[in-house]
């Protein structure tokens, strides 16, 4: 099981958030919902997945690699609180 990057989608899908960087699409993947947020904030949207779950959707996504507890600079983009205004998951 994996940590990622994610937010609720339009008709509740889950939306991964992968970067560009020169060397293509990463998408970071975490081995703990901790290092998520202390890499990428405490206002991070997540989800737990599993990890060849991850790596079989990441081609159909365009996702060129995943990176494992990647390390991020001060300038790298975080969520902020009010950036989850308006967001709702809907549980089935």
Known sequence: MVAVPAHPGAFSQLMLEARRLPEGLILPVFSSVRLLIETLGQY????????PKVAQMAPGLGIDQLLLDPEVTDDTWRWERDDLSGFSWEVP
Do not use: D, E, R
């Not at 991070?44 to 599993?50: D, T, Y």
């Open 44 to 51: 991070q949207p997540w989800a737990v997945i599993p990890l």
